[in-house]
């Protein structure tokens, strides 16, 4: 767990750490991964999103238990041959590659893994990869989902994703609600950098606005707006609380300094827990209703919720035996 530590390298050492599950150097300055990182042949997991890399090694290729890459937030280019290289060779089941530099005319799909591109340059050839946003694969960072097309529902829900690959999530508990009799209407909205919601595609700090002015343009006709999320979603829905009348989160962060959101900068952070309070703070007086859900087991959980478990027009349950 080395993330959020200004490193500027990673030592050619590294490579004799051959029984290294997971590495975790997010939110460095790191510019290069040295070649000797193939070496680390039981590595699962490795998370390297918010640095300065341009490329990553070719030795990657040799990493046969890789399940999971995030490298968003870097200046990674070629995807082509990233593919060629790296990729097709790994048995990735999470890749996350958005926010990067890469021309998404060279996008692909990886049926094995769930693949996020999006906030890259330009977008795919009109085709099948062209504004895509599902659970395995997405080219964008939202979609809005109406119940039946061409009219609108009876309520509409703005689903914020948790951190990973930026994928669309809530979609299975979506159909389970139409599936009961309501004309539901869904926004999914993702984070493809993987910043609490907090950053935006040109990859200044200004997320709150963009998400915003999403959810504002679709809700803006309908009376009853429910908003969702968990874990980074969670942050995302209680940043956005004032636009609904129906908040729930599970597992929010609120004050990232207790949390892995210790990479972005102290700016950020301070305005994200700021921004959070101020929306809960106005819930009240508009009526609307917020829940915080924790886990049961889980500290870290319980010392964020505590941070908004006092304001009014806002319940935090008992924690119960759920994760998320």
């Not at 962060?253 to 892995?260: D, G, K, S």
Request: charged residues 15%.
């Amino acid at each position: 767990m080395l993330e959020a530590n200004l490193l500027r390298t990673l030592p050619h050492s590294v490579g004799s750490l051959t029984d290294m599950r997971e590495l975790s150097i997010f939110g460095n300055q790191l510019q290069s991964l040295p070649d000797e990182l193939g070496n680390c042949r039981s590595l699962t997991v490795l998370d390297a999103h918010h640095n300065e890399l341009t490329s990553l090694p070719s030795s990657m290729a040799s990493l046969g238990k890789l399940k999971s890459l995030y490298v968003q937030s870097n200046q990674l280019v070629g995807l082509s041959l990233l593919k060629q290289r790296v990729l097709d060779h790994l048995p990735l089941t999470n890749a996350a590659l958005g926010a990067n530099s890469f021309d998404l005319r060279e996008a692909f799909e990886q049926p094995s893994a769930r693949l996020g591109l999006a906030w890259n340059r330009g977008e795919p050839p009109a085709g099948p990869l062209c504004g895509v946003f599902t659970d395995n694969f997405a080219t964008v960072d939202h979609l809005y989902d109406p119940a039946s097309p061409g009219s609108r529902g009876a309520v509409l829900m703005v689903a914020f994703a948790a951190e990973g690959a930026g994928m669309r999530q809530w979609a299975s508990p979506c159909a389970a609600v139409r599936g009961a009799g309501l004309a539901l209407d869904t926004l999914y909205l993702a984070d493809p950098s993987n910043s609490y919601y907090m950053q935006s595609p040109c990859g200044q700090w200004q997320g709150r606005s963009y998400y915003a002015e999403l959810i504002e343009r679709h809700s803006k006709h309908y009376d009853a707006v429910f908003i969702i999320g968990s874990s980074m979603g969670a942050t995302g829905a209680l940043l956005h609380a004032t636009l609904g009348q129906r908040v729930l989160a599970f597992g929010p962060r609120v004050n990232l300094e207790l949390t892995h959101g210790s990479f972005l900068p102290a700016a950020v952070r301070r305005a994200c827990t700021d921004a959070v309070l101020g929306a809960l703070s106005q819930t009240d007086a508009r009526g609307a209703k917020v829940s915080v859900h924790v886990g049961k087991s889980s500290l870290d959980e319980t010392l964020q919720a505590r941070l908004v478990d006092h304001l009014p027009g806002v319940a935090v349950p008992a924690p119960a035996n759920i994760c998320v």
